[in-house]
C-alpha cells in the first residue's frame, strides 16, 4: 500500500460540481488501495476577490490581515471536499495549515515552510483516514497565520509528499501537463512527456505558471516524484524528476516568457567597493525581487546600472532608491516600463555551444531588440519590449523545433 499526495488547483475545484469531481477522483485513488492526503486551493478566483475586497478597504492592507483574509479561500475547500467524500462513504477529515502542522518562518505574503510535524496526520492516515489540508497557509511559531505565495499550495503539496515521505505527489490541473510553451498563446506548443527537476525549476521561475517554483525546490531536494496533470482528462500529463527521460536529444525543452517587467537604471552612481551592495541591500530590506542586473562602468569614474524588476514593484523601488538617494549617492533615475522576458530552457544547453548564439539571431531577424540579457548554464533570458513578446516566443519556438515535428 503507497501514499499517495494529491493537489488540486482552484479550477478543478471551482465548482460544487468540480469538487464532486475531484472526490470521484480521490476515491479512485484509494480503490487502488493507497493512502491519500489531498491539498486543495482555494474555489476557482475566490483568491483574487478576497484580495479585491482588502483593496476596496485599504490601498495597503497589513500583511498579517492579509493572511488571515486569504487563508480563508482554502479552509472553505477542504470542507466542502471532506462533505463530498463523505457523502460517498468515505471517511475523510479536514485539516487546515496549522492543523497539519506546516509551521513557517515568520513573514507574511510569502512564507517559506521551515518543518512540518507529522504526528497528526500520520495519526489519521493510519486509522485509514483521507486527510485533506488547506493549501498555501502555515503558521509561525508564535502561532500567527501566514501564506506561502500566491500559487503556494503546490508547496504545501510537495512539502507534505516530501515530509510523509509519499511515492508520488499528483499536481491535478486545468492544463494537461508542462508545454513546450504556454499553448493559450502558441497553438504549436507540445505537452512534454517528462522534464528534469532543474529545467522544471528554471521554467517554473521564468513564468511558467504551472508549478510554484518553491514546490519545484522541495521536489528536488526530497527528490520527490512529482507529475502534472489534468483534473478533467484522465491521460498521462508531465512527469518531473531526477533526470529527462525521454526527448533528451533537445538543447532547448521550452520558451518561458512573462511580461510587466519594468528596467530600472541608475546613473553616475559612485563607483565605491560597496554601493552595489549598498543599493541591493537596500532593495532587499524593503522585500523588492531584483532579476536581471547589468553594470558598467564610466570614463568619468562612476557607474551605471540597470536592473529588472516586475512592474508591480517599480513605483516602490523608486521610491526606495529616492528616498535613498543620499547614501546610495547617485545622479539620476531612469525607469522603462511595458518590457517583457524572453526565455529558453534546456538542460542539453550545459554541453551544445552556439545556444544564446542563434537565440540572438533569431530576434535580430524579427527586428526585435534585446534590452538586457541573462544567462545561467540551461537557460538565456531576454527583455524586451512587452509589444515584441509573442512574435519572439513563435520565432524560438519554430527555429528550436520545438513543435509537433
Ligand atoms: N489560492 C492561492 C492562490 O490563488 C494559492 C493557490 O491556489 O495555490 O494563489
Ligand atoms: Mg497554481
Keep these: 500500500m503507497g501514499l499517495i499526495v494529491q493537489k488540486f488547483g482552484g479550477t478543478s475545484v471551482g465548482s460544487v460540481e468540480r469538487i464532486l469531481n475531484v472526490a470521484a477522483c480521490v476515491k479512485e485513488e484509494t480503490e487502488k488501495g493507497n493512502n491519500v492526503v ?22 495597503q492592507p497589513s500583511k498579517r490581515e492579509m493572511d488571515m483574509l486569504l487563508s480563508t479561500g482554502e479552509q472553505v475547500t477542504i470542507a466542502l471536499l471532506s462533505m463530498a467524500l463523505n457523502q460517498q462513504g468515505l471517511d475523510a477529515v479536514s485539516y487546515t495549515g496549522w492543523q497539519a502542522g506546516i509551521v513557517t518562518e515568520p513573514i507574511h505574503g510569502n512564507a517559506r515552510i521551515t518543518k512540518i510535524n507529522t504526528e497528526a496526520l500520520q495519526s489519521q492516515l493510519s486509522n485509514g483516514k483521507i486527510v485533506i489540508v488547506a493549501g498555501f497557509q502555515g503558521i509561525t511559531e508564535d502561532g500567527e497565520i501566514t501564506t506561502l505565495g500566491r500559487g503556494g499550495s503546490d508547496t ?15 499536481i491535478y490541473t486545468d492544463v494537461t501537463g508542462v508545454f513546450t510553451t504556454d499553448p493559450r498563446y502558441v497553438k504549436e506548443a507540445r505537452k512534454l512527456l517528462s522534464v528534469s527537476y532543474d529545467e522544471m525549476l528554471e521554467l517554473a521561475n521564468l513564468g511558467a505558471g504551472v508549478l510554484h517554483p518553491r514546490a ?3 521536489a528536488k531536494n526530497y527528490q520527490v ?3 502534472v496533470r489534468s483534473s478533467m482528462e484522465k491521460i498521462a500529463g508531465t512527469v518531473i524528476e531526477g533526470e529527462a527521460t525521454m526527448e533528451q536529444n533537445l538543447v532547448v525543452r521550452g520558451v518561458a516568457f512573462e511580461d510587466e517587467i519594468t528596467k530600472v537604471t541608475v546613473l553616475g552612481l559612485t563607483n565605491s567597493l560597496t554601493s552595489l551592495s549598498t543599493i541591493f541591500t537596500t532593495l532587499a530590506q524593503n522585500q523588492i525581487n531584483v532579476d536581471i542586473i547589468i553594470q558598467s562602468t564610466t570614463e568619468a569614474g562612476t557607474a ?15 521610491s526606495v532608491l529616492e528616498n535613498n538617494k543620499p547614501v546610495l549617492g547617485y545622479e539620476q533615475l531612469d525607469a522603462e516600463n511595458k518590457l517583457a522576458k524572453v526565455s529558453i530552457v534546456g538542460s542539453g544547453m550545459i554541453s551544445n555551444p552556439g545556444v544564446a548564439a542563434k537565440m540572438f539571431e533569431v530576434l535580430a531577424s524579427n527586428n526585435i531588440p534585446i534590452k538586457m540579457v541573462s544567462t545561467s548554464e540551461i537557460k538565456v533570458s531576454v527583455v524586451i519590449e512587452e509589444k515584441n513578446m509573442l512574435k519572439a516566443v513563435e520565432a524560438l519556438h519554430k527555429a528550436f523545433e520545438l513543435g509537433d515535428n
Excluded: P
Design 225 to 227: 516524484r512529482l507529475e
Design 156 to 170: 504545501t503539496a510537495v512539502a507534505l509528499a516530501a515530509a510523509l515521505k509519499a511515492d508520488k505527489c499528483d
Design 216 to 218: 519545484v525546490e522541495f
Design 304 to 318: 551605471n546600472l540597470s536592473f529588472s524588476i516586475h512592474t508591480d514593484n517599480w513605483l516602490e523601488a523608486l
Design 38 to 59: 489531498v491539498v486543495v486551493s482555494a474555489m476557482g478566483k475566490s483568491t483574487d476577490q478576497l484580495v479585491g475586497l482588502a483593496k476596496e478597504i485599504s490601498s
